[in-house]
């Protein structure tokens, strides 16, 4: 399963940003979409998860500034990113896991997309 991610950019702080990131290839099923983000010579931290039902799970440094939403039906995984800040600059790279499509039946997958930058600054 193959995740494409886009819509990263500059932005000067206070503004918005919206990512998405759309799977594709043999799903059978997704379970969690969601984003994390690396800064340079920072660890990979999750920003944001939202499972299949719609639960979702932030960050606290993103809380009340980014919306995580889905559309089950082309299985694509949304980040609204409001009042950004300088210290929101890192690459974004979109997860999911959930089950492939097998002979016979269907295995477990977790994917990763390819990463978008994100720059915030004046």
């Known amino acids: 399963v193959q995740l494409q991610a886009s819509g990263g950019g500059l932005v000067q702080p206070g503004g918005s940003l919206r990512l998405s990131c759309a799977a594709s290839g043999n799903i059978f099923s997704i379970n969690v979409m969601g984003w994390y983000r690396q800064a340079p010579g920072k660890q990979r931290e999750l920003v944001a998860i939202i499972s299949s039902g719609g639960s979702t799970n932030y ?28 210290e929101d600059t890192a690459v974004y790279y979109c997860n999911a896991d959930g089950r492939r499509t097998y002979i016979g039946g269907s295995r477990p997958f977790q994917s990763w ?4 930058q994100v720059t915030v600054s004046s």
């Open 113 to 116: 997309g390819q990463g978008t």
């Open 59 to 86: 960050a606290d440094s993103v809380k009340g500034r980014f919306t995580v939403s889905r559309d089950n039906a082309k299985n694509t995984v949304y980040l609204q990113m409001n009042s950004l800040k300088p």
